[in-house]
């Protein structure tokens, strides 16, 4: 009787122990245990990339009763490789990343196959079992087409700010919009000309090119730093024929711009920062064992003059 009662109890402390190992969350676990997600982001290169980091972490510190975080800024690969291998040795279960770099696609595989849950924020990249969220970079084009239409109508000329060193992005937008635009006002005369993601540029080239066409009915810019020195360009060249300009990305103050100027239409395709809270809620939908989609779209929205308040955030680094 005494080795049956024995077995009987080794067995009931087996199950006991099975069950302390439940997930957090999960009835039995212990439920001031927190799933440990890890955030990488690039160092400060552009207002919007600042705002992506306080984006995220914003988000991180809303999902504090769920959620134990560390985020980490980089300024190049390396740096990124190595936080995330500091990540894994603290026992991330999730990784929301940024990687603007290239070479990244080994260490982000080494941390899939390990099984750590990887959602990629904006960049596209090549690696099985990476989840992502992103803007909708070819339907920017496509709304900066409609609005410019509606608001100088079907003929015209329309100067085209392109970026062709930022690779796809600029591509997208640029072909949303010209396919668009040969779809509702094929008469429109299109220019284009090539710049930076700066206001510097923008600035520098919107001059060259005010002084080289006499007659421009709009702007079709695809950052909203770029338009910000479009803007200051026309401003001090004393023109009056302008009567649109599109941006993009989400910068308050361009937003506050927007109701300053009543002769000109200034919008922004919304391509905001504050996408990346997506990305953090994926992250934890997985690690809850939810159904994710693999890629996330988040829909271009249009700002003016008529909705920019609905935007503004005085706590935005951008």
Known sequence: MKRIFKGLLVAVLVIGLAGCSAKPGDDGGDKDEKYKIGILAPAVTHGWVAAVAYHAEAQAKDLGEEIEYKIYT???????TGQLDDLKTWGAQAIVAFPQWEGMEVPIKEV????IKVVNFDIEIDVDGVYRVTGDNKEMGVKGAEYIVD?????GTVVILDVPTSGSVARLRKEGFEETMKELAPEMKLITYATQFTREDGLKDMSDILTANPKIDAVFSMDDETSIGALQAISEAGRTDIKAITGGGGSQEYFKMMPENEEIWISSALYSPAMVKDAVKTALKLLKGETVDEVLVIPTQIIDRENYEELLDEKSPY
Do not use: F, Q, R, T
């Open 151 to 155: 608001k100088v109508g079907k003929e």
């Open 74 to 80: 980089s300024n190049d690969a390396a740096e990124m």
């Open 112 to 115: 899939v196959d390990e099984g």
